[in-house]
Each structure stands twice: as structure tokens, then as C-alpha cells.
């Protein structure tokens, strides 16, 4: 609900499964909140490659029909919410293109943060792009790679990239699997019957009967073919910094990340939340859904219960005939809806995940003041949200996070709260235990993994190559 940070992608290969399209499919709806613009497969059957991608969620956008245009054994698929590039057709992934040793298929999640430059170099070269996606510019430089073989190709092409990625690719003979070396956003590694999976999530696995092997090491390329899986470290390692909104946001509570399930996790962000902001109250509710396991942990260690005090309607559409000015807060109400019966009278404290410009919130606040809550307290499982991501999640500039020029006094006064706290990066790095030194939290620190001006980045390397 927090409405403005949205993730950039899900991504998900099958090898070597007589049902691979079939599979790739269902693991594409369980990876559904990490995108809702477009969706697509992409099969191999023998040597030929067919793909069907279109706009709007999985279920939109793949048939019956469509599945059957999608033969053999082994298929890739991408969801996609846009932060880089534009919102089309051409946009969506997978993208497949053939270049002179035959066939590849890519699906990608993150953000080349010098992918522009890159692209500026190419077309100066004589490159046609049919896109403005960032994920383009890796098949370009695959193309015009001299290393030999596909993987090789795809090492030299890598080497050149800065920024987030979590990739699978698909030629006629291999599926590949591989994550930045500070590994921003997750991928895992499964069995499934003869065959194997990779996927952004394992709630994917879940739906689809695989098992895990494991997750796929951030800077390690994962080999999938007839012989069987093998593993590298082809880039020079670096720290681990997984985003941390993963946990605090977009990965679904099921899913087990770096070893930690997202569930749990964010009830430690609750836990940790009422042990540094405590207040008198009758009831704890959350902001669904993501707020949920953040207030069921805060309500675990206050003593105050939990309960349901907001509904949400699970079948709001993309699109809907806005009324006059004469319904406030319609957006907000559209999707949620307070339990008068419940919040009458009471002290209510509020958990939510994050307050990005704080429209929202101050939304919330007020529909809840409307039914007669006595007091509002608003407890947010996330730090203030200071500054922009760069690294494959939307958010606003800097200028539009609230907290990026208010202090939380002003901010609470803003959204009319009783009061407002947020967890401490100290307590969110303590919650998620040992991951806390092995995060990102760009956006509540500043200090951000990877340089993020252009002037930074280093093109010798790749001007000697083109
Ligand atoms: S800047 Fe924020 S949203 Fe972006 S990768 Fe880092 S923690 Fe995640």
C-alpha cells in the first residue's frame, strides 16, 4: 500500500521438463507482485525458439491457446514493472534475438545504471536497438562479444555492466542462471523431476513442486545443460548487498532469501519496532498485506493484540471511471477500508512498511480518524526513506520522499498521526540478523553500493572492445 516503490521484475527458466511453458507459467504467477505490466515465455523445442509476451498480468496476457504455441523442454519467463526503458510490446521480456552462433532468450531483474552510456557507444557503432530496455544493451554486447562460446560471451559482456542483475538466458543448448557480484535481488536454484529451475523467489519453486538446491550466489553463473549443472565465479567478488526492501516489501512472505523467510523476517521488523517505540494502545492493525507480518511481530512483543482493523479489496482493476471530487480519498478507499466496529473509540497503533511521499498515509490516517479511532499511532517497519534507488526499484526522486526534507515531527504532523516512529537502520540491520552487514539501505543511508553518476562509471575497458 505504500503505492509508489514498485519492483522491477520476476524472472523464471525450466530445463529440461516436458512441461517447460506449462511450468514457467505457474512459477511466473507466483512471482505476479514483482511485476503486473507485461509477461512472457519463451520455449525452446530442439533448436527453435518460439515466444509469447504481451501486456498486462500473466493471466491477461497467457492463454491456453497461447501456451500451446510454447513446445519443448525447456522455457524462460519474465513479469516486468518497468524502471527503465518505456512500458510497451518492445519492452516486455523475454527478448529473443539471433545473432551469428545461433539463438538467445534473457529475461532480467535489476538495473544497469550504465546501460545508457553503453547504448550511446553502440549506436554510435552502428547497433539498432528495437527498445529502450536497459536488458538490450547485454544481448548487443553478447553479439559483438569475440570470446568464444556463449558463456564466455556472456562473462565479457557482464564485465562491462554495472548495476543490478539477476539473468537467465536460454540458447539451443544451455540455460544459464547468474547474479551481480553484490547480488541485489534474489534467484534460486531448484529440482524439478529430471529437469531444473531457476527463479527470483522461491514461493515459485513451491507452486511448481521443486526443491530448492540452493540460492545462487551473488557474482556466481550457474551452467544448466544435457551434462548436468556447473558453477562459476567468472567476476571479481565484491560485498554483498542485497536490497533490503526485498524483506521489508516486494518478496512474498513465503519466500526464503538468503536463508531467511520473508514472513519471519518481517516479524522481527515488528518485534524490533515496539521495543524502540512503544506506546499505550488498544490494538495493533496493519496495512495490508505487507504491514501484516511487521504488526503481528510488533503485537507479539507489546502485548497489545492484533487484530484486522483494514480490508482490502483484492479486485481493484487497472483501471476504473473516477468519480466527481465529491468521494475524498477514493483512490485509498477504492483498495482499503477501516473495520468501524472495531476502531471506534480505540487507540490504534498503525504498522506499515515504508512511507514513500506520505499522500497515502495521510490517506490512512484520516480514513481511520473517520471511523472514530480515539488515537493514531503509526509505527513504520522501515527507516525513513531518504533517497532514490538506482539499482531496479521505483521510487521517486528525491525531491518527492517526504523524509528526504521533513523531519518526522513534520512528517507526522503532515499525515495528522498522534504520533509517528520508524525502526532504526541499527534495528532493521539488527533484525535481519546475518544479513545486516551484507545489505543494501541506499535509500535510508545514502551510501550507496555502486557510484551512481554517469561521470563515475569506467569505459575505457569498453571503448577498447567496440
Ligand atoms: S537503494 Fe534501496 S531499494 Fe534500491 S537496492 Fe538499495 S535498498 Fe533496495
Same mark, same amino acid.
Given at each position: ?5 514498485k519492483?522491477?521484475?520476476?524472472v523464471?527458466g525450466i530445463?529440461?521438463?516436458p &512441461?517447460?511453458?506449462n511450468?514457467?507459467?505457474l512459477?511466473l504467477?507466483?512471482? /505476479?507482485?514483482r511485476g503486473q ?8 523445442d530442439?533448436?527453435?525458439?518460439f515466444i509469447?509476451?504481451?501486456?498486462? =498480468?500473466v ?11 510454447l513446445?519443448?523442454?525447456a ?12 512500458s %510497451?510490446?518492445?519492452?516486455? /521480456?523475454p527478448?529473443m534475438?539471433k545473432?551469428a552462433?545461433?539463438? !538467445?532468450?534473457i529475461t532480467?531483474?535489476?538495473?544497469l545504471?550504465?546501460?545508457?552510456r ?8 552502428g547497433s539498432?536497438?528495437q527498445?529502450t530496455?536497459d536488458?538490450?544493451v !547485454?544481448?548487443h @554486447?553478447i553479439?559483438?562479444s569475440?570470446a568464444?562460446?556463449?558463456? /564466455?560471451?556472456?562473462i ?5 555492466? &554495472? ?13 544459464i542462471?547468474?547474479?551481480?557480484? $553484490?547480488g ?7 529440482r ?9 523467489e522461491?514461493c515459485a519453486m ?13 557474482? &556466481?553463473?550457474?551452467i544448466?545443460?544435457e ?13 554483498t548487498? #542485497?536490497?533490503?526492501?526485498e524483506?521489508i *516489501?516486494?518478496?512474498?512472505?513465503d %519466500?526464503?532469501?538468503?536463508? @531467511? ?5 518481517? =516479524?522481527? #521488523? ?5 521495543r ?25 512483543e507489546?502485548?497489545i493484540?492484533y ?9 481493484v482493476?487497472?483501471?476504473f !471511471?473516477?468519480?466527481k /471530487?465529491?468521494?475524498?480519498? #477514493?483512490?485509498? =478507499?477504492?483498495?482499503?477500508n477501516?473495520?468501524k466496529?472495531?476502531?471506534?473509540g480505540?487507540?490504534?497503533?498503525v504498522?506499515?512498511d515504508s512511507i ?6 495521510k490517506?490512512?490516517v484520516?480514513?481511520?480518524?473517520g471511523?472514530g479511532?480515539r488515537?493514531?499511532?503509526l509505527?513504520?517497519?522501515s527507516p ?5 534507488c538506482?539499482?531496479?526499484i521505483?521510487?521517486p526522486t528525491?525531491?518527492?520522499? !517526504?523524509?528526504s ?13 498522534d504520533?509517528?516512529e520508524?525502526?532504526?537502520?541499527e534495528? +532493521?540491520?539488527? %533484525?535481519?540478523?546475518? +544479513?545486516?552487514d =551484507?545489505?543494501c539501505d541506499?535509500? #535510508?543511508?545514502?551510501? *550507496?553500493?555502486?557510484?551512481?553518476k554517469?561521470? $563515475?562509471?569506467?569505459?575505457?575497458r569498453?571503448f577498447?572492445?567496440?
Amino acid at each position: 500500500m505504500s503505492g509508489t516503490l514498485k519492483e522491477h521484475c520476476g524472472v523464471v527458466g525450466i530445463y529440461n521438463h516436458p &512441461e517447460a511453458a506449462n511450468l514457467a507459467y505457474l512459477g511466473l504467477y507466483a512471482l /505476479q507482485h514483482r511485476g503486473q505490466e507485461s509477461a512472457g515465455i519463451l520455449s525452446l523445442d530442439g533448436n527453435k525458439m518460439f515466444i509469447e509476451k504481451g501486456m498486462g =498480468k500473466v493471466a491477461d496476457v497467457i492463454n491456453q491457446a497461447r501456451l500451446a504455441q510454447l513446445p519443448g523442454s525447456a522455457a524462460i519467463g519474465h513479469v516486468r514493472y518497468s524502471t527503465s526503458g518505456e512500458s %510497451s510490446l518492445a519492452e516486455s /521480456q523475454p527478448l529473443m534475438a539471433k545473432y551469428a552462433s545461433g539463438t !538467445i532468450g534473457i529475461t532480467h531483474n535489476g538495473n544497469l545504471i550504465n546501460a545508457e552510456r553503453i547504448r550511446s557507444l553502440l549506436v554510435e557503432d552502428g547497433s539498432i536497438f528495437q527498445s529502450t530496455t536497459d536488458s538490450e544493451v !547485454i544481448v548487443h @554486447l553478447i553479439a559483438r562479444s569475440r570470446a568464444a562460446g556463449f558463456a /564466455q560471451r556472456v562473462i565479457d559482456s557482464l564485465s562491462k555492466i &554495472e548495476g543490478a542483475y539477476s539473468l537467465i538466458f536460454l540458447t539451443e543448448t544451455q540455460m544459464i542462471g547468474t547474479r551481480d557480484p $553484490h547480488g541485489f535481488h534474489p534467484l534460486a536454484l531448484g529440482r524439478i523431476g529430471d529437469g531444473y529451475c531457476i527463479v527470483s523467489e522461491t514461493c515459485a519453486m513451491d507452486l511448481i513442486g521443486a526443491t530448492l538446491i540452493r540460492e545462487i550466489d551473488p557474482g &556466481e553463473m550457474v551452467i544448466i545443460d544435457e551434462t548436468g549443472i556447473k558453477s562459476f565465479r567468472p567476476f571479481p567478488s565484491q560485498k554483498t548487498r #542485497f536490497c533490503v526492501f526485498e524483506y521489508i *516489501y516486494f518478496a512474498r512472505p513465503d %519466500s526464503t532469501i538468503h536463508g @531467511l523467510n520473508v514472513h519471519m523476517v518481517r =516479524k522481527e #521488523f515488528g518485534r524490533q519496532l515496539a521495543r524502540e517505540s512503544a506506546v499505550d494502545a488498544d490494538v495493533v492493525i496493519s496495512i495490508p498485506d505487507s504491514g501484516t507480518s511487521a504488526a503481528l511481530g510488533y503485537a507479539e512483543e507489546s502485548g497489545i493484540p492484533y487484530d484486522i482493523g483494514m480490508i482490502r479489496n483484492r479486485y481493484v482493476g487497472r483501471t476504473f !471511471i473516477e468519480p466527481k /471530487q465529491s468521494i475524498r480519498h #477514493f483512490g485509498v =478507499k477504492l483498495k482499503l477500508n477501516p473495520v468501524k466496529e472495531l476502531l471506534s473509540g480505540k487507540r490504534v497503533i498503525v504498522i506499515d512498511d515504508s512511507i514513500v511521499r506520505a499522500t497515502t498515509s495521510k490517506k490512512i490516517v484520516s480514513l481511520i480518524r473517520g471511523v472514530g479511532a480515539r488515537e493514531i499511532h503509526l509505527r513504520i517497519s522501515s527507516p525513513p526513506t531518504c533517497f532514490s534507488c538506482y539499482y531496479g526499484i521505483d521510487t521517486p526522486t528525491r525531491q518527492e520522499l !517526504i523524509a528526504s526534507s521533513h523531519t518526522k515531527d513534520q512528517i507526522c504532523s503532515y499525515v495528522e498521526a498522534d504520533s509517528l516512529e520508524y525502526i532504526s537502520v541499527e534495528g +532493521m540491520r539488527r %533484525s535481519v540478523g546475518p +544479513m545486516g552487514d =551484507k545489505i543494501c539501505d541506499a535509500c #535510508f543511508t545514502g551510501d *550507496y553500493p555502486l557510484p551512481v553518476k554517469e561521470e $563515475h562509471f569506467v569505459q575505457l575497458r569498453l571503448f577498447d572492445s567496440i
